[in-house]
């Protein structure tokens, strides 16, 4: 079930000050080097057993990361559709497909919590199905783009930060 972000960045900050854990509102923390440990958000969604953990190990500090959806992610997306080599009738496919995230703006699209223990990071992150998408738009489109051109060089969504996982 797809869990409601909004709700969850509302209710993450008083649940981990009642488990006296200190909160380090920072940036995205996942990196493309493979040097973060993400827990099993499939097997194991709820948040409450990543900050248990995290207790164990005696982490008094997590990190809290939430990424709104945004309109300019929308027509981000759209200008790298407007530049790959894609045929017409998917080109309109995936115009549509982005049209439909319109009612999305504004709302959470991502949620990392994250702890450092013995020089690794271990993550949290929980995305919406909207974010999703519009990372398989993504993708898709990176299939078509001219050769030679790396549309993740100059890709405003990751700054360095966000993985197309």
């Given amino acids: 079930m797809q869990p409601d972000l909004d709700s969850l960045k509302n209710e993450l900050p008083p649940y981990l000050e009642s488990r006296g854990v200190v909160i380090f509102h920072g940036e995205s923390r996942l990196t493309d080097d493979g040097s973060v440990v993400m827990w099993d958000v499939e097997k194991r969604p709820d948040f409450r057993e990543f900050v248990e ?27 790298e559709l407007a530049d790959c080599e894609m045929p017409q009738a998917e080109r309109r496919d995936m115009e549509r497909r982005l049209k439909k995230l319109q009612p999305y703006t504004g709302f959470t699209s991502q949620i990392e919590i994250s702890f450092d223990y013995e020089s690794r990071v271990y993550m949290f992150e929980a995305r919406s199905e909207f974010m999703n998408e519009l990372l398989s738009i993504m993708n898709d489109i990176d299939l078509w783009m001219p050769a030679g051109e790396d549309s993740e060089e100059e890709d405003p969504m990751t700054g360095g930060f966000f993985s197309r996982n």
């Fill in 53 to 79: 953990c995290s207790q164990r190990l005696g982490v008094k500090v997590i990190v809290l990361h939430t990424r709104g959806f945004e309109q300019q992610n929308i027509d981000d997306v759209s200008e």
